[in-house]
């Protein structure tokens, strides 16, 4: 059943992913001040969201561990912090490759970018811990306190530009999103 169940997810995955890269190149349109530069949006706020999703998961599952002090709790919390670091990782480098055209530069000590890189970090140091630190309850344990302290950053690179100047753009999608938001076309892609 499990086999039968992962061939339709690569399944399902591989058309999605076939049909957004359709969408990105060829439905999107071209933004007016950034140009073509803009479609890392896509890939770089598809990365934004799961890791997300993986550093939510794992704040569930430690918070259920600290409770519970049942294992396969912390094992779920690792994984969904293996997928975070990955994807936030993603999110970096693909941040990087559209701020060197559009602000001349491959980094700034943006606050926005400076809270995704501790956080970047904190999860680095959170896998370290799980790898080589006590086994056992008690390195889960460890491991589940990181997490809480990583979860602290999360608002706080989400409010990062309404918080502080900022060279980073000003948030298209969520609830802060300024009047106007992104073209329709653009929204429908992101969401596929």
Known sequence: MFAFLSRI????????????IYMIFNYAPKEKIMGDVQRIFYFHMGSVLVFTLAFIANLVYSIKFLLDN??????????????????????????????KPVWGVWWTWDAKLTTTLILWFVFVAYLMLRAYGPKGSQGARYCAIVALIGAID?????????????????LNIGPLTESGGLDPRMYTTFLI
């Open 154 to 170: 999360a608002p706080i690179i989400y409010m990062a530009t309404e918080w502080w100047r900022s060279a980073h753009p000003e």
């Open 70 to 99: 049942n294992n396969e709790h912390s094992r779920i919390a690792y994984i969904n912090a293996e997928v975070g670091v990955l994807f936030t990782l993603l999110t970096i480098v693909t941040g990087m490759f559209w701020a």
């Open 9 to 20: 997810s690569f399944t399902l995955l591989v058309i999605l992913m076939t049909i957004s």
